[in-house]
């Protein structure tokens, strides 16, 4: 515990007194950091600290978009996301969700006007159709399956 100031000295005198005190001790010696710069921005950012979150949290800034925008990016990936389904009726539900919310993002006035029009759920099932078709073409035949080779006991008692 540090010790009182004294009553006739100044404050500013009294604290660089302890720190030259300190520094003969040697208790500013090998601490963390020392030797390296100082992370400071180069110009002033009112937002440095988000920012700092942002990359030490390691958020996806994707999730910060507004709901029109991030609609309009999946709008945009949607014969990405619709390959990788299986049946048309799964294929269906999607498009009639993203249509759905798409309809909801046009009517609600908040936030920035992004355009954003619906998707055309007839043409994306017919490439998606398509394109499974030809899947189905490209698969090799299946190899015929020989039977399992039978072991010295089941050879002997057959």
Do not use: C
Request: glycine share 4%; charged share 35%.
């Amino acid at each position: 515990m540090t010790e009182r100031k004294p009553p006739g000295m100044k404050t500013q005198d009294w604290v660089e007194a302890q720190i030259k005190r300190a520094q003969n001790a040697g208790e500013f010696d090998d601490l963390a950091g020392a030797g390296k710069p100082l992370k400071l921005a180069e110009s002033h950012d009112p937002d440095w600290w988000v920012k700092d979150f942002i990359r030490r949290e390691q958020i996806e800034t994707e999730a910060l978009l507004p709901p029109a925008v991030l609609l309009r990016k999946e709008k945009q990936q949607v014969y990405e996301k619709v390959r990788g389904m299986r049946r048309e009726a799964e294929v269906r539900d999607y498009l009639a969700d993203l249509n759905k919310r798409i309809l909801v993002s046009i009517r609600d006035t908040t936030g920035p006007v992004v355009p954003v029009g619906t998707v055309d759920e007839e043409a994306i099932l017919a490439q998606w159709d398509a394109e499974q078709r030809d899947r189905a073409q490209r698969k090799p035949a299946p190899e015929p399956e020989t039977p399992p080779k039978k072991s010295f006991w089941q050879k002997l008692f057959s």
